[in-house]
């Protein structure tokens, strides 16, 4: 194999590679946790993928660095996997806009070997690096996690208008990915009747919509913060019950054909 293709010695920051996981895609995947996230969703349940730099926090070290063809090495090792069960190679964060380029490269790669891909992304960032991207990914998953500007910036560090700009051009643009929106169901932040009506009628203008996802919350990765010395800011949460789920899914599927 001819393995002097574009970016192949291009290096990026790499959190971890996963395997054989079957949450991010799929089949079988490969998931590329890129480091490195503008956000800080106060939920976040992988905050050591946060920081740009490479972090030790007692005994772990957070990050690699790796070149593209590096990452493609160990992806290739999975390719039985990936052919009986449907499956790829997943990027996903962090945010892997953040590291556009060196995504880019992997993404284009991957699929003209024909790895299937897709990606995990806030879409925060700008539409000329995004767009490659979701185009060289075969399913395409974005957060959309609390419609009001003003809150996403309580919450998650950021405005979230340049997030909706880009999936409402994400989510009407002439493309063969499939697009699946997920909102993590914050209790008490974004789990309101209003604010799931306004996701609901914002996902309703997506005409490339495959489906809509809620993601319950959960308290994965509290640990991790402590080892990194960083306080937890909804220590006092707990998860959504099962009844409260289905009743934020039918506000949702008033506007969205299929939720999950």
Known sequence: MNNNYEGHDLKGTILRLERSSIYDGDGYRTVVFM??????????????????????????????????????????????????????????????????????????????????????????????????ILRASNTVFVDLKITDDEKHREYCGVSNKRILENLKRAGTMNADYRLIVRTPLIPGVN????????????????????????????????????????????????????????WCREITGKYVKTVI
């Open 35 to 132: 480091k490195g996230c503008p956000l800080r969703c106060q939920w976040c349940s992988t905050p050591e993928s946060q920081n740009y730099k490479i972090e030790e926090a007692e005994g772990n070290t957070y990050g690699k660095i790796m070149t593209v063809e590096e990452v493609l090495k160990e992806v290739r090792k999975d390719i039985p996997f990936y052919f009986h069960s449907g499956g790829g190679m997943t990027i996903s964060g962090g945010e892997l806009l953040s590291q556009a380029e060196f995504v880019r490269c992997l993404l284009q790669r991957a699929r003209w070997e024909a790895i299937d891909t897709a990606i995990e992304t806030t879409l925060f960032g700008d539409w000329e690096t995004a767009e490659p």
């Open 191 to 246: 789990d309101s009747e209003a604010e799931l009506e306004r996701i609901g009628q914002f996902c309703a203008q997506l005409t490339n919509l495959h489906h809509f996802q809620l993601l319950p919350y959960h308290r994965l990765g509290t640990d991790t913060y402590r080892k990194l010395g960083r306080p937890y800011l909804l220590k006092d949460l707990r998860a959504p019950s099962a009844d409260h789920i289905e």
